[in-house]
């Protein structure tokens, strides 16, 4: 009876188009040799971009009949570890003539079977190594997919829409010579950097927008960190996690956060609460900026800013997130570094630098962000903190990005460009 439910999904798929999306722009290697397994907040679009890599295989010439999807939350299935091979049986009794190791498995939310890892390290050793795999943060973190999965796997993490796919789902093709096609482009900057990247959520309007969202961040509570953290203290986790989120941007202290909730009346443990800071990390809900240090102790150890996944997100639980453009600017930038998979650190001495680059043990970049340099005070604040920090690492240029300015000068030796948030997200 499963085997039948299984040939009719796998047929299913087979005889049907796949649907029509929008392309994203990570980039996945197809025939790596390893499983690929992406990871990433909840709704962000793992299932959509699995179908973007089977496109890419169509492209290429492979049969669709070669390509094996299953989502395992369909509520047809009701699989046990020792069922899985059923999916196993089901393809080669439709197709006895195409051998295992020509086929591409997609195999999504794998992680609601029960011993889905030791499945899946028999198909990659002794079928095919072409596999694909997604699941939920409640039971499927990057940590814990490495070890089961141990060595035979690559991670992708997949992020809310940038800016640029984000276009892309409006069906605008920018044109940074435009005059015209530049004023289109501010106008949905606008709204990006206030409503944010959740795929789903793009054509929305606010109201059910901000419903969607909110409900976004219940689930993240219930199913990613009640259910997988058995966390029994729901009243504090909740204003824990709305503390830290509106904290975004800046430097973040359980300690103060232990000493708000205990003068409230809650009743929680210090311990507890950087469990629960781990916890928002793991399920991609936060990000943690670590100050540079030479020393690998005062990195972990030392200050550490924290930064949403996603800027609608906010706007969604902190009301006061959608007034504070700069604040908004400097997510934005955060999210986009992380995207292009930079290793990031934030600048701190007696002045202070929004981000800066490594690479190897090489500090390459340093950049500011703010809405504007027009202020006098703030211009001076901006370039103190930027050449300071060229300074330290004998960088000889330096970027701030701006809401919309657009300048070069020189200034004690170091060449300052400053770029529109706009062309640095879309060069």
């Given at each position: 009876?499963?085997?039948?439910?299984?040939?009719q999904?796998?047929?299913?798929?087979?005889v049907?188009?796949?649907?029509?999306l929008k392309r994203?722009s990570l980039?996945?290697?197809?025939?790596?040799?390893?499983?690929i397994?992406?990871?990433?907040?909840?709704?962000?679009?793992?299932?959509?971009?699995l179908f973007?890599i089977?496109?890419?295989?169509?492209t290429?010439?492979v049969?669709?009949d070669?390509?094996l999807?299953v989502n395992?939350?369909?509520?047809?299935?009701d699989?046990?570890?020792?069922?899985?091979d059923?999916?196993?049986?089901a393809?080669q009794?439709?197709?006895p003539?195409?051998?295992?190791?020509?086929c591409?498995?997609?195999?999504?939310?794998i992680q609601?079977?029960?011993?889905?890892?030791?499945?899946?390290?028999r198909?990659?050793?002794?079928g095919?190594?072409?596999?694909?795999?997604t699941?939920?943060?409640?039971?499927?973190?990057?940590?814990?997919?490495a070890?089961?999965?141990?060595?035979?796997t690559v991670s992708?993490?997949v992020?809310?829409?940038?800016?640029r796919e984000y276009?892309?789902?409006?069906d605008?093709?920018?044109?940074?010579?435009s005059?015209?096609?530049?004023a289109l482009?501010n106008h949905?900057?606008?709204n990006?950097?206030?409503?944010?990247?959740?795929?789903?959520?793009t054509?929305?309007?606010?109201?059910?927008?901000n419903?969607?969202?909110?409900?976004y961040?219940?689930v993240?509570?219930y199913?990613?960190?009640?259910?997988?953290?058995?966390?029994?203290?729901?009243?504090?986790?909740k204003?824990?996690?709305?503390?830290?989120m509106?904290?975004?941007?800046?430097?973040i202290?359980v300690?103060?956060?232990y000493?708000?909730?205990?003068?409230?009346?809650?009743?929680?443990?210090k311990n507890?609460?950087?469990d629960?800071?781990?916890?928002?990390v793991?399920?991609?809900?936060?990000?943690?900026?670590?100050?540079?240090?030479?020393s690998?102790?005062?990195?972990?150890?030392?200050?550490?800013?924290?930064?949403?996944?996603?800027n609608g997100l906010l706007?969604?639980?902190?009301?006061?997130?959608?007034?504070?453009?700069?604040?908004a600017?400097?997510?934005t930038?955060?999210?986009e570094?992380?995207?292009?998979?930079?290793e990031?650190?934030?600048?701190k001495?007696?002045?202070?630098?929004d981000?800066?680059?490594?690479q190897?043990?090489?500090?390459t970049?340093?950049?500011?962000?703010?809405?504007?340099i027009?202020d006098e005070?703030?211009?001076?604040r901006?370039?103190?903190g930027?050449t300071?920090?060229c300074?330290?690492f004998g960088?000889?240029?330096g970027?701030i990005?701006?809401?919309?300015?657009?300048?070069?000068?020189?200034?004690n030796?170091?060449?300052?460009?400053v770029v529109?948030?706009?062309?640095?997200l879309?060069?």
């Amino acid at each position: 009876m499963k085997k039948d439910i299984l040939k009719q999904i796998i047929r299913d798929f087979h005889v049907s188009p796949l649907p029509a999306l929008k392309r994203r722009s990570l980039q996945v290697p197809i025939d790596t040799g390893k499983i690929i397994t992406l990871v990433g907040v909840r709704r962000s679009g793992k299932t959509s971009y699995l179908f973007n890599i089977m496109e890419t295989l169509l492209t290429k010439g492979v049969p669709l009949d070669r390509i094996l999807y299953v989502n395992f939350e369909d509520e047809r299935l009701d699989l046990k570890t020792e069922e899985l091979d059923l999916l196993l049986q089901a393809y080669q009794e439709l197709y006895p003539d195409t051998p295992l190791q020509e086929c591409y498995f997609f195999l999504d939310e794998i992680q609601n079977i029960a011993g889905w890892d030791r499945f899946v390290r028999r198909v990659y050793d002794r079928g095919t190594k072409n596999i694909f795999i997604t699941g939920s943060n409640a039971r499927f973190l990057s940590s814990e997919i490495a070890t089961s999965l141990r060595g035979r796997t690559v991670s992708y993490e997949v992020f809310p829409l940038s800016f640029r796919e984000y276009l892309t789902f409006k069906d605008i093709v920018p044109d940074l010579h435009s005059t015209k096609s530049i004023a289109l482009i501010n106008h949905h900057l606008a709204n990006y950097l206030k409503h944010g990247g959740f795929p789903e959520v793009t054509g929305y309007d606010d109201a059910l927008r901000n419903r969607v969202l909110q409900e976004y961040f219940n689930v993240m509570i219930y199913r990613d960190l009640l259910e997988r953290y058995e966390i029994k203290n729901l009243p504090a986790l909740k204003f824990f996690l709305k503390r830290i989120m509106s904290s975004a941007t800046k430097l973040i202290s359980v300690n103060n956060i232990y000493n708000e909730l205990k003068s409230s009346g809650f009743k929680i443990g210090k311990n507890q609460l950087y469990d629960n800071l781990d916890a928002c990390v793991n399920i991609h809900m936060a990000q943690i900026l670590r100050k540079h240090s030479t020393s690998l102790v005062d990195r972990e150890l030392g200050e550490k800013k924290i930064y949403a996944i996603d800027n609608g997100l906010l706007n969604a639980i902190d009301f006061k997130f959608s007034d504070d453009t700069g604040k908004a600017l400097e997510q934005t930038v955060f999210l986009e570094l992380k995207r292009r998979e930079k290793e990031i650190y934030f600048f701190k001495e007696k002045s202070e630098c929004d981000f800066i680059i490594k690479q190897g043990s090489e500090v390459t970049e340093a950049i500011q962000v703010t809405t504007t340099i027009g202020d006098e005070k703030t211009r001076k604040r901006e370039l103190r903190g930027l050449t300071d920090c060229c300074n330290a690492f004998g960088l000889i240029n330096g970027l701030i990005i701006t809401l919309d300015s657009s300048e070069a000068f020189e200034l004690n030796g170091i060449e300052i460009r400053v770029v529109p948030l706009y062309r640095w997200l879309l060069g």
